[in-house]
């Protein structure tokens, strides 16, 4: 079954691409960093994850209120340079970083806020689960023909 090893792969790395290209396409990357973190890992020849960071899930539906990392407000902060937000001053930088990092912890971002999603997961899961069923199928129908024929 080696071929259905390369079809798990690949559909895999067609669903990180996926994902990649509609992060892109969704205007969120700033410094590049989420997009780099995704990674396939291969657990088995027929088991395999694709992981990302542990903050990948809000690129869909945004951030919700409440608690956040220790230094949110410097990386709001990175972010904003990241992004190519100019400040006459690093005070005035800072004052905006914490601005944000406040609205955020108590309302959440912008995208969660409106209530609406981008569509970053959803149908390149669909996508990679109707390509899956198709491609093994296939493998599976012949493999079982092979079985039926040589016995």
Sequence with gaps: MEEGNSVLQ?????????????HIAAGQVASG???AGFEIKMLTPLHGQLWGYSYSGVLE????GGKT???FRLIIERWAIAKGITFSSEADRSRFAYFVAQKIRREGTK???SGGSIDIFSSAIEEMKETLTKELG???KQEIKN???TK
């Design 10 to 22: 690949n559909a895999i790395e067609n669903l990180k691409d996926n994902i990649i290209s509609r």
């Design 33 to 35: 960093r989420t997009k």
């Design 61 to 64: 539906q945004g951030r919700r």
């Design 69 to 71: 990392p220790k230094e």
């Design 111 to 113: 995208l969660y806020r």
């Design 138 to 140: 296939v493998i599976y």
């Design 147 to 149: 079985q039926i024929f």
